[in-house]
């Protein structure tokens, strides 16, 4: 049985979640209390040296990094595929997976971290760090509205691994009063929190 290491609230284990329940993979949670310090246990590092969730156990392989994860799980579980035949593109996903993971991901975690984290530990929101990020989140929102173009998804008429970091990471934006400022953006981001897949993993 797969086990996968995991925090509900963490975006990156949601981007293994949706894809486990986008491969209809039946799995074992195993509850990482990151706010308890359980990343950091010495037999949590034997697992993740890293001492970050998600991780993920399968048939002798331990796997971390929650987009090499991803990968991983859509090359032992091939059936629906959730990345495109044609290999230029597999790269163009590879690219806004990457794209996801680097300058959105810094964006969205920046908002989180100032107005979630901060104030639940009694911490001030620095309001010129969440300026910064929320200018550099509206330059990804330009970006991909144009990798979107009339499209419903990002490289292929279904859901495929390029989407799903979007719409982990999107799931925070009420909470961060995040608006997308290009409908055919929110509408894909919407057309994502409805997919099945998406819904399961909570
Ligand atoms: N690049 C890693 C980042 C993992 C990561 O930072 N996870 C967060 C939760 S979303 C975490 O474990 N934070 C606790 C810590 O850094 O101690 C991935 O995508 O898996």
Redesign the pocket.
Known sequence: MIKLYD?SL????R?VRITLAAKGLAYEKVPID?TKGE??TPEYLAINP?????ALQDDGTTV????I?MEYLNEAYPTPPLLPDDKGQRARARVLMHYA?NPYERAVATLAAELLLKPMQGGATDHKVVSQATTALNLCFDHLTNELGDNDFLVDSTLTLADIPYVSWALLFPRLNVDIPHPRLEAWINRLKEQPSVQAAG
Request: aromatic letters at 16%.
């Open positions: 925090f963490s975006p990156r284990a981007k990151i990343q950091k890293y001492g970050k969730v998600p971390y990094e929650s987009t994860i993971d």
